[in-house]
């Protein structure tokens, strides 16, 4: 077996693998890269040849373009593919549409970069996949014990309770654009909301490429309005990235109840400081015990943890006898939370 230093290692322009000349999430333009999922502290334009699955490569080439890069080839999930000597596979992350774990295996030796992933079920994307291995790198976004995220279902019921205790206020949920926003509507959806619901025009795009992947979203309209007094979103739903709560886009609707949807919304503080009203705790990253049972499941030898909240997820592998070391890798948010 080859040492798994040998075939994959952190840089600073991210995960590098030396056999195969290529990088997975690379932070900057590279020859070669290996892109897990869409979200743009992952996926970033410029790399001269870019691996992913067919649905990450249709989301870059809408978020920047069909001239993302030099050269693409799509991936299918489970397909070996030979980069220069190195087995690759692409498995479901469930994540995001399209997002995927990455196989990596040379002599024997077999490491799975994981991305960004979540457990629970999400009719917007592929389920997770486990896949034994030597080595799992696992991200940590929300790895910490105090993390236990509540069944989303709940939370949608807690935003239906509102839509009718309070009829006659505008509701604006907060979503990230690419997959966050997707889920909601399609939670919403799933709670018996037929309704239409009303999306920034950031989102369009997107929702319409989820739609045309067969994932059904109801009827959606543009968030447009300019007449304060026209009523017209009385009471009803709208979905905007977080940042345009921030702009006159959101001051045009009657009466706002401000919401935000994220795993963050567990911090009391973090909904306090965005003036959020109705915090939703809805995450598309695995919560404490879903990173536990993961590592239990997927069996590795090592486990390396590439962002997020490192040291608690190394003390728990270390004292399960699994060795484990942070790679603190810089460049990856939480955009997907």
């Not at 991200?139 to 509102?162: D, M, Q, R, W, Y």
């Not at 009827?219 to 006159?248: C, H, M, Q, W, Y």
């Amino acid at each position: 077996m080859i040492k798994p230093d040998l075939l994959l290692h952190p840089t600073p322009g991210g995960l590098y693998c030396p056999i195969g000349d290529f990088y997975v999430d690379p932070v900057r333009p590279v020859g070669r890269a290996l892109i897990t999922h869409g979200h743009s502290d992952h996926a970033r334009s410029g790399h001269a040849h870019v691996l992913a699955t067919r649905q990450t490569l249709d989301i870059m080439a809408i978020r920047y373009g069909e001239d993302f890069a030099a050269s693409s080839q799509a991936a299918g999930f489970g397909e070996t593919i030979n980069v220069n000597g190195v087995s690759v596979r692409f498995h479901p992350a469930g994540h995001v549409l399209g997002s995927a774990q990455i196989e990596i295996e040379k002599d024997g030796t077999r490491i799975v970069v994981s991305g960004d992933y979540k457990r629970g079920v999400d009719p917007t994307c592929a389920s997770f996949e486990p896949v034994p291995c030597d080595v799992f790198i696992t991200e940590a976004t929300f790895g910490l014990p105090v993390f236990h995220h509540p069944p989303p279902a709940g939370e949608i019921e807690k935003l239906l309770t509102s839509l009718r205790q309070f009829p006659e206020r505008s509701h604006l949920i907060g979503a990230y654009a690419l997959g966050k926003a997707q889920r909601v509507i399609s939670l919403i959806r799933r709670g018996g909301y037929d309704q239409p619901i009303y999306i920034h025009g950031s989102l369009a795009k997107l929702c319409d490429y989820y739609e045309s992947e067969g994932i059904d979203l109801g009827e959606l309209r543009p968030a447009t309005t300019e007449d304060k007094k026209s009523g017209s979103l009385k009471g009803a739903v709208v979905i905007g990235p977080p940042s345009a709560f921030n702009d006159r886009w959101a001051r045009r609707f009657e009466d706002p109840l401000p919401i935000f949807a994220s795993g963050w919304m567990m911090v009391r503080q973090r909904a306090k400081q965005r003036g959020v009203e109705l915090p939703l705790v809805i995450s598309d990253h695995c919560d404490w015990p879903e990173l536990l049972d993961t590592i239990r499941e997927v069996k590795p030898q090592e486990v390396w943890v590439t962002h997020g909240r490192e040291e608690a997820l190394v003390r728990w592998c270390e004292l399960s006898g699994i060795a484990a070391r942070p790679l603190h890798l810089v460049g990856y948010e939480d955009e997907g939370d």
